[in-house]
């Protein structure tokens, strides 16, 4: 059975919007957790695409969670092989580490904790609708890697999403996250309402009620048009690999 490998850096609910689309569409999903000792293994011919995840882990001390080593040579043989590689906040951060360019916080500590509209690049626009509002929890950005498309930006974060190439997809924003799993992190002790840049929860709820059907209706439609077609060209590929190699 084709499989896509979700690969997680908390212990939170696995009921995201992602998983929950790939699940529906008939492919096995197969949760990882190197964080917690998981071994991603090799990229074999049944994988056909992986997402990562987000979390508390911090690229610039990557020395202190190997794993994120790991993380990032996957997604390099993920990509080698074009497969539909997605990655959310820390899983979008590992994707620019995977092809060297750097993350980190801003020098005022800012964070995004709610609903920010998004702006598109020019080359951005025909993939995320300029204005699109997006849910947010986050105080680190990523730089884009050479040879990246930079997609989208905010007002306080420049670098919102990229993709590299034709398969690797980026976001430093969390379109999976549905409001559910928005109102746990609203109650969640990590909650940074006392950074610059958060919003208040009844400013959180006001846009969540608006907005976030937007987004579901938007990222159901990305995973439809860029992520399916290439789900089934990659599990062709990985097929032909095998046999040419047996």
Known sequence: MARVVLIKHDDEACDDRVSTWF???GY???WRYPYRGDRLGRVDSDVVATVLYGGPQSIPDVHEHPHLVMEAAWVLECARRDLPVLGFCQGAQV????FGAASGPLDDGRCEF???PLRSTPVGASVIPDGLVVCQSHFHQFDIPAGAELL???DAFPNQAFRQGESV???Q????????GFRRWQEIYWAPYHRPGAQTREVQDEL???FDPLQHDWFIGFLETEVRPRLGAAQHRQLASTASSS
């Open 152 to 154: 989208a930006s905010s």
């Open 173 to 180: 924003f969390h379109p999976e996250i549905t409001s559910v």
């Open 28 to 30: 096995e999903c197969d």
């Open 169 to 171: 997809w980026a976001f």
């Open 114 to 116: 709610g609903y920010y």
């Open 208 to 210: 969540m009620a608006r």
């Open 23 to 25: 699940a529906a569409n």
């Open 95 to 98: 994707i620019a580490y995977a």
